[in-house]
């Protein structure tokens, strides 16, 4: 039987972290918009929980979508993407958030290992300082995928 992930609250992650943590579990975290999932994106998640026993996926809110991305996305909502990111196997909890970046959730978390896509580059990763404040590491894994959501979309469009 294949156990699908569960969205939860910070409250909620926050009792399951203190329970993971006196078990010995070592709990990863990832996060992105997840906004038309494809390969890169499962590629991505499969190689996070690798590193650990526990994958924790943060989804970034329609709000905070907006405000990364621009007006017109997300394509599909948050409450869309949070039940279809659980629904893979590798992935154990999801929690939305409204911030641009997850410094809020991982500061209360303190994950293990804090994991960013590849594709993230030599920009600088905010939460980086926080996760290394209690002993956590950040990894850089790249997806060993070129395609990008926003390359899928302009696909789409030209195609019409």
């Known amino acids: ?23 010995g ?52 909502g948050e409450a869309d993407r949070a039940d279809l990111v659980a629904s893979l196997a590798v992935v154990d909890y999801v929690i939305l958030f409204s911030e641009s970046t997850p410094e809020a959730i991982i500061r209360e978390l303190k994950p293990d290992i804090h994991v960013k896509g590849g594709d993230w580059g030599d920009k600088p990763l905010p939460e980086k300082k926080i996760v290394e404040s209690y002993g956590g590491k950040v990894l850089m894994i790249p997806s060993g995928s070129d395609i990008t959501t926003t390359n899928l979309i302009k696909k789409i469009m030209e195609s019409e």
Do not use: C, W, Y
């Open 25 to 76: 579990k070592l709990v990863v975290f990832t996060n992105g918009v997840f906004d038309l999932m494809h390969v890169g994106h499962a590629r991505l998640l499969k190689k996070a929980k690798s590193h650990g026993d526990i994958l924790v996926v943060g989804i970034n809110s329609d709000l905070s979508v907006k405000q990364i991305k621009g007006p017109n996305r997300p394509i599909i």
């Open 1 to 23: 039987m294949v156990n699908l992930g569960e969205i939860k609250t910070l409250e909620e992650l926050k009792q399951a972290r203190k329970s993971l943590k006196d078990r």
